[in-house]
């Protein structure tokens, strides 16, 4: 979650749409330097995309520079 407090977070309005308005998502992704969509791949491939792991980069501290 990002940086909403409690309180903040339980005054958010959640949209919702019905199904006929919902349209299928396309995922793509870089690959050997182009972006191609995840549905045009072969099941070997697919099977990559599933097993990468993501990660976040943390943020530096902040340090106070005494001149």
Not at 1 to 26: G, H, P
Not at 38 to 57: A, M, P, Q, Y
């Amino acid at each position: 979650m990002n940086d909403l407090n409690k309180t903040e977070y339980q005054n958010v309005t959640i949209a919702t749409l019905n199904e006929s308005r919902r349209t299928r998502c396309e995922v793509w992704t870089r690959v050997m330097g182009y972006h191609r969509p995840v549905s045009s791949f072969n099941i070997g491939k697919k099977g990559e995309i599933k097993e990468r792991l993501f990660f976040e980069e943390a943020c530096l501290p902040t340090v106070d520079i005494v001149l």
